[in-house]
């Protein structure tokens, strides 16, 4: 009898790491994720499991269907590229389909029951709170963004925003006015120090904020940087 044997790759936050699959399929992993696989897919199914977010490029074998699973959803993919994004703190898990074909499965109670099959630049948003799924048109090439270095930023809640920058740059921004939450933004960054990224939300957003000095841990090593972010009187 083979035991199976399942290998794990991190991407620590403020990172992005390249994969190679043993079936030759290979992606990028964003920072504060992760992605577990067989060492050899020897069985019918090709799964892999994954927290975080991800870009997949699956070699096709219609005989052996490429499972991605993660908390809430699963996708099916026979050969394709597409970008999955399901942090563990988010209720809301998106999937982007750049080119081939998905089909995409909620997971209830153990069962499974088809959301959507999507076509080529359009993307699903499942919420788990709400048990609801939307689809969309978009523009890829935005949503993959972040495999080159940027994040881009058209027409979005101020509050993702600064979820984004958290995750990016490993720091824990928060947001102490109300008045923000209805800020919508719409901006690029790319290869910016964080200190970079708050001077030109500063110019760009009616915001101001305040930077604390990192505190050290028992161990010695720091807390993470901490920004309050406040709406500008």
């Given amino acids: 009898r083979n035991e199976v044997s399942w290998a794990e ?3 620590p936050f403020g990172t992005r790491t390249t994969f190679y699959l043993p079936d030759g399929s290979t992606g990028f992993l964003n920072g504060g994720s992760s992605l577990k696989f067989q060492n050899q897919f020897t069985t019918r199914i090709r799964r892999v499991e994954l927290t975080g977010e991800a870009y997949f490029n699956v070699i096709s074998n219609k005989r052996r269907p490429f499972i991605v699973s993660t908390r809430n959803i699963d996708i099916k993919v026979t050969g394709t590229s597409f970008n999955i994004m ?3 703190d988010d209720p809301t898990t998106e ?8 089909e995409v499965f909620k997971k209830i109670n153990g069962e499974s029951e088809s959301l959507a099959v999507l076509q080529p630049d359009e993307s699903l948003i499942y919420n788990s ?4 799924s939307n689809i969309s048109s978009v523009n890829t090439e935005d949503k993959l963004s972040w495999i080159e270095g940027k994040m881009v930023f058209k027409y979005e ?3 993702s925003v600064i979820t984004k920058l958290n995750r990016w740059y490993n720091v824990n921004i928060l947001i102490k006015d109300n008045n923000l939450d209805s800020y919508i933004y719409y901006g690029t960054f790319q290869n910016e120090s964080l200190d970079e990224v708050l001077k030109l939300l500063q110019y760009t957003s009616p915001i101001k904020y305040k930077d604390f000095e990192r505190t050290v841990k028992k161990d010695g090593t720091f807390e993470k940087r901490k920004i309050e972010i406040y709406a500008k009187k």
């Fill in 9 to 11: 790759i991190q991407a």
């Fill in 86 to 88: 399901a942090y563990p």
């Fill in 95 to 102: 999937v982007t389909l750049e080119k081939g074909r998905i």
């Fill in 129 to 132: 709170l709400s048990d609801s």
């Fill in 157 to 159: 809640p101020f509050q």
